[in-house]
């Protein structure tokens, strides 16, 4: 069991590019449901999800998005070529995913404060508790034989997000994870050493 899970964990790596093969509601559902065996502050349980198969919902999602990334790059100076080959990436990367999941957050379980300290205490509390849920999911998308890959595009453009999947107020777009059959064995990008991100009792 130990060697198990250890060995999952070292194994799984961002899959960003995908065969063909479908994959099933019902392998959706595992996934989303081992995500939600993560551990949550107050377990409020504050992730919320939709998974993507409609070609069409993902590529109005992919494009909104790029549109804002691109208009991003081009305000940092990107020159316009180069921007727009980054953008065509993305959506080819999120349109050539079987699925595509949105992770969202939604602060309605969360505890309220009056003051600003504790306000985005709690916020930062239910991103790390969302954050658990994604690394749980990608996990459990390794176990399955599966290849993920998680976005950061949605935090960019959460309107553009919630304006395609008619989200509800509440909810605030974190991630989109695509999914499927891998079409690529990516090198796992090596990890700094122990001694530099670990030290026993104080940090010198
Ligand atoms: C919060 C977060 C945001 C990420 N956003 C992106 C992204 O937008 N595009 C991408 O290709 N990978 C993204 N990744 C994946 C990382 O690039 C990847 O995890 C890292 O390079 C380590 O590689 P590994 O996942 O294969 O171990 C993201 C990962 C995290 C945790």
């Given at each position: 069991?130990?060697?198990?899970?250890?060995?999952?964990?070292?194994?799984?790596?961002?899959?960003?590019?995908?065969?063909?093969?479908?994959?099933?509601?019902?392998?959706?559902?595992?996934?989303?449901?081992?995500?939600?065996?993560?551990?949550?502050?107050?377990?409020?349980?504050?992730?919320?999800?939709?998974?993507?198969?409609?070609?069409?919902?993902?590529?109005?999602?992919?494009?909104?998005m790029?549109?804002?990334?691109?208009?991003?790059?081009?305000?940092?100076?990107?020159?316009?070529?180069?921007?727009?080959?980054?953008?065509?990436?993305?959506?080819?990367?999120?349109?050539?995913?079987?699925?595509?999941?949105?992770?969202?957050?939604?602060?309605?379980?969360?505890?309220?404060?009056?003051?600003?300290?504790?306000?985005?205490?709690?916020?930062l509390?239910?991103?790390?508790?969302?954050?658990?849920?994604?690394?749980n999911?990608?996990?459990?998308?390794?176990?399955?034989?599966?290849?993920?890959?998680?976005?950061?595009?949605?935090?960019?453009?959460?309107?553009?997000?919630?304006?395609?999947?008619?989200?509800?107020?509440?909810?605030?777009?974190?991630?989109?994870i695509?999914?499927?059959?891998?079409?690529?064995?990516?090198?796992?990008?090596?990890?700094k050493?122990?001694?530099?991100?670990?030290?026993?009792?104080?940090?010198?």
């Open positions: 069991m130990r060697g198990l899970v250890y060995s999952v964990l070292r194994r799984r790596a961002s899959v960003r590019w995908y065969a063909g093969g479908e994959v099933g509601r019902d392998v959706v559902e595992r996934l989303v449901e081992a995500a939600t065996w993560a551990p949550s502050a107050h377990n409020a349980q504050p992730w919320r999800f939709v998974a993507v198969f409609s070609r069409g919902v993902k590529e109005r999602l992919a494009r909104l790029g549109e804002r990334w691109l208009r991003d790059l081009v305000g940092d100076g990107v020159p316009a070529d180069r921007a727009r080959a980054m953008v065509e990436e993305s959506v080819k990367r999120i349109t050539g995913a079987p699925v595509v999941i949105v992770v969202a957050l939604t602060m309605r379980d969360m505890d309220r404060y009056p003051d600003e300290r504790r306000s985005r205490a709690e916020f509390m239910a991103v790390q508790s969302v954050a658990a849920a994604i690394e999911l990608l996990i459990a998308a390794e176990a399955e034989g599966l290849g993920a890959c998680w976005m950061c595009a949605p935090l960019f453009a959460p309107e553009e997000v919630r304006c395609v999947l008619r989200l509800p107020d509440d909810f605030e777009p974190q991630a989109l695509t999914l499927g059959v891998p079409a690529e064995k990516p090198e796992k990008p090596p990890r050493p122990l001694r530099e991100v670990l030290r026993f009792d104080t940090w010198c």
